[in-house]
């Protein structure tokens, strides 16, 4: 394969945030031109069929009055063939007697002709006389046998005019028969066409019948698809598992065999104007209201105020207003907030199905440095080594759990400080943690806007591609389990609702916008890989009093880090019948019908972890094992958070200090 198709560069392009919405084929798009077809049919349909009774009425009536037409006709048949019998009878008769007249005519000429012949032998006897002997009787028997004979011819021409007439007779008789038969064959031919009319005009009838029932049957089978592209669809099988259009290949990003560019983590942190710049979605369930906030602004400046400290597991930060606070105002703001899951449904909504992108366990501290780039921190250094700084650590540490003032011993942590309580952190999808954390994690979340676009979000609206199904994506196939099912991950995270406000939110990701995503997963990728090799977290992980456990997986992440290939998406050749991924479109900050637009950094960080979970190459740590929890009602992103177990176990992350 050549090099060049698959080195993959930043200057690579990808959709930004802004640019327009791609116009494709959907589950909605798909469906609704079903329904206008079977409309268009049923009413095609509909007026066939009032064609159909029209045109039986009109040629009900014709029918009838071809057949009248017919009986008349059969009728004039009978009374013709009636008149025909005694004349054809006469003439049988007639011609009998005319055949014996004729014959006995001809008998009689046959004799005249004889006595002709015999009168003439006598006068040439009597002419040879008269030469020979000149006698007077010889001339007189002469002229008597020549007055004979012109009296015999005279009676032949009678006879033979006679015979002429009988014939003439005969033929008179002959024609007026066969004129007779030819009006009733006229009449049997007019019989036989109006016959062949009503056959026609019941065809007619039969023919608009059959049109009918073909538009109906058209209709039938136009049903019959759209129950399977709903049914598919409820099943969970109307969208493809991810490897039937990416692979993972391992690709050389170091050494002289190089095809990837490699990419720097610096280069994707935010500068403190970008992060001051992203507003995010505030609902006031005192005021009734929505209002804009600026977390990662007042995030980063307190952060480095330094008489505050961090959130730690064993601070108890809860302030009075938080533990006398209404569950109800909760559940208020959160559908204010999230009206609706990922996929636009807004039907039997729980607090349990908003989880957190970014970790919040204690295990995962390399998500500290992570969170400082994503709040503005961290960038007065181009390396990645700011954590050798202790007092930079404990900055990291505030952006990503939240700060306290006061003192250890009698504290207040600040409203809506630290990554973790954002807005922007969170998804509404059911089954959240079960799809998206652990070491098997089912799904995958990628923004189809560049990491480029994605430093710069302001709170933008955009769109991502949601995929399941991993089954196969590496060779040891780890993930060969049961529910890594793509069809079973649909449905449990509800991507098979088939309510009308399910299918306009989502649509099948078009090929531009399926690339554009893989590219931004290659580079969070390697951002992170690049981040991890450069840390020096491993070293000092005794620092951040992590179990031993979660030690051993934090070297693994270096030493991961630290190989020249690394596994990496790369596209399937497409089929014929390859299945669509599903790409689904956040609503801005103001946009308030819509989930909130995640952090598409943040995102595709998560994705980039969640990939090193699918190719058993981890970076980054991905949350805890799936485990039956009291949902955090994030009350805190207004009032300030819990303890930090019981943040941990709130976001979605119970017994977060352990890692999967």
């Not at 000429?109 to 006598?122: F, G, V």
């Amino acid at each position: 394969m050549d090099s060049s198709a698959i080195r993959l560069t930043v200057d690579a392009h990808v959709p930004t945030s802004n640019d327009p919405v791609t116009t494709t084929a959907s589950i909605a798009s798909k469906l609704m031109k079903f329904e206008q077809e079977i409309c268009s049919k049923q009413e095609e349909v509909r007026c066939k069929q009032e064609e159909v009774d029209h045109a039986e009425q009109v040629i009900e009536t014709k029918i009838q009055e071809k057949q009248q037409q017919i009986r008349s006709k059969q009728e004039e048949i009978q009374s013709k063939e009636e008149e025909i019998h005694p004349k054809q009878q006469h003439l049988d008769h007639a011609k009998q007697v005319i055949e014996e007249q004729i014959q006995e005519k001809q008998h009689q000429l046959h004799s005249k002709q004889q006595e002709i012949h015999s009168k003439k032998q006598l006068m040439d006897h009597a002419k040879k006389q008269v030469s020979e002997e000149s006698n007077l009787s010889s001339s007189k028997q002469l002229l008597h046998l020549q007055r004979e004979q012109s009296s015999l011819h005279d009676e032949l021409k009678s006879l033979q005019d006679e015979l002429k007439s009988l014939y003439d007779r005969l033929l008179s008789l002959e024609r007026e028969v066969h004129s007779l038969k030819q009006e009733l064959y006229s009449l049997k031919h007019e019989l036989y066409s109006l016959k062949q009319e009503v056959h026609s005009l019941e065809q007619e009838v039969h023919s608009l019948k059959q049109e009918v029932h073909s538009l109906e049957q058209e209709v039938h089978f136009l049903q019959q698809d759209q129950f399977a592209l709903e049914q598919s669809f409820r099943e969970g099988r109307y969208f493809a598992a991810l490897l039937d259009h990416w692979k993972s290949s391992p690709m050389d990003i170091e050494g002289n065999n190089q095809k990837v560019k490699d990419i720097q983590f610096t280069d994707f942190r935010r500068t403190p104007e970008e992060a001051d710049s992203i507003r995010i979605r505030r609902y006031d369930t005192r005021q009734g209201n929505f209002t804009t906030d600026h977390p990662y602004k007042a995030t980063r400046r307190g952060a480095q105020i330094q008489d505050t400290f961090a959130v730690a597991s064993d601070t108890v930060g809860a302030t009075t207003s938080r533990q006398h606070s209404s569950e109800n105002a909760s559940t208020i703001r959160n559908k204010m907030v999230w009206p609706t899951d990922i996929f636009g449904n807004g039907f039997f909504l729980s607090d349990e199905d908003i989880g957190n992108i970014l970790p919040a366990g204690q295990a995962h501290n390399e998500w500290m440095h992570i969170a400082a780039s994503v709040v503005g921190l961290g960038n007065n250094n181009n390396n990645n080594n700011d954590d050798d700084d202790e007092q930079a650590a404990g900055v990291w540490k505030k952006a990503l759990r939240g700060y306290q003032k006061g003192t250890p011993k009698n504290s207040r942590t600040v409203a809506g400080s630290g990554l973790v309580n954002f807005v922007s952190n969170k998804l509404r999808i059911s089954c959240h943690q079960h799809l998206f954390d652990g070491q098997f994690p089912k799904a995958i979340l990628i923004p189809t806007m560049s990491l480029e676009s994605a430093k710069t979000w302001k709170g933008e609206a955009y769109s991502a591609i949601f995929a399941a199904g991993f089954r196969g994506m590496v060779e040891t196939d780890c993930h060969n389990q049961d529910d890594d099912d793509a069809s079973i991950n649909y449905r449990a995270a509800r991507l098979n609702w088939t309510e009308e406000e399910v299918y306009e939110c989502i649509r099948d990701a078009s090929a531009v916008e399926i690339e554009s995503a893989r590219i931004t997963l290659t580079h969070a990728v390697l951002a992170v890989r690049d981040f991890m090799r450069n840390s020096n977290a491993a070293s000092r992980i005794n620092d951040f009093d992590i179990p031993k456990t979660c030690q051993d997986h934090l070297y693994q992440s270096h030493k991961h880090a630290n190989e020249t290939t690394y596994p990496l998406p790369q596209k399937v050749e497409a089929t014929e019948n390859q299945k669509p991924l599903c790409l689904v479109r956040f609503g801005s900050f103001d946009d308030k019908d819509k989930h909130p637009a995640p952090d598409p950094l943040l995102l595709a960080y998560k994705a980039a972890a969640i990939w090193g979970m699918v190719t058993d190459k981890r970076l980054l740590s991905n949350g805890a094992d799936p485990y039956t929890y009291s949902f955090y009602d994030d009350q805190g992103f207004y009032e300030g958070p819990k303890t930090w177990e019981e943040l941990a176990m709130g976001l979605g992350q119970p017994h977060g200090y352990q890692e999967s």
